[in-house]
């Protein structure tokens, strides 16, 4: 081989690498949204939510199937306010740690594949666990009294009071 085929094979070589290297560097999130299914969506307004979360809506209601759907991602540590539904809701966890607490009960540990029920006008809140994120799927059936009525923040102590 001479020396311009040696160098083009270098060339070619380091591209390998590198495209290589560029993919494991990015290989997390790229599982991260994969695992997801759903667009992550836009940033949950802050007043309502502690910490970093993204919703987007998936079935918008309307009058023949008033049952809104929503994806929602927290980020580590980050969760809703204390709210309630007026006709209930149910969650299913997607993937990550998520957290699930009623009012009066111990907070659950939600992981992908979990089904929880919230009935009707019972105070509770969701989020991600401290060091890992939660994706969910939020169903909110029988909006017509309204979808949801936000409370007070969820403290830290009560976020931290899980019990492994
Ligand atoms: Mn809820």
Not at 39 to 53: L, M, Q, Y
Not at 133 to 154: D, H, K, M, S, Y
Request: hydrophobic fraction near 35%; charged fraction near 15%; glycine fraction near 10%.
């Amino acid at each position: 081989m001479n020396n311009k085929v040696i160098g083009l094979l270098a060339v070619a070589l380091l591209i390998l690498l590198i495209s290589s290297e560029v993919r494991a560097q990015t290989q997390p999130e790229t599982v991260t949204e994969a695992g997801a299914i759903f667009p992550k969506g836009r940033r949950a307004p802050t007043s309502n939510f502690t910490g970093t979360v993204w919703v987007q809506p998936l079935i918008e209601p309307d009058s023949a199937v008033n049952i809104p759907v929503g994806y929602v991602t927290f980020e580590p540590g980050a969760r809703s306010y204390w709210h309630h539904h007026p006709g209930g809701q149910v969650l299913l966890a997607l993937g990550g740690i998520g957290y699930y607490q009623e009012q009066g009960k111990p907070v659950q540990i939600l992981r992908k594949g979990d089904a929880v029920k919230c009935p009707p006008n019972i105070p509770h809140w969701h989020g991600a666990s401290p060091t890992n994120e939660f994706r969910q799927l939020a169903i909110t059936p029988n909006t017509t009294t309204g979808r949801v009525t936000w409370l007070q923040p969820v403290t830290d102590k009560e976020y931290n009071n899980v019990k492994q």
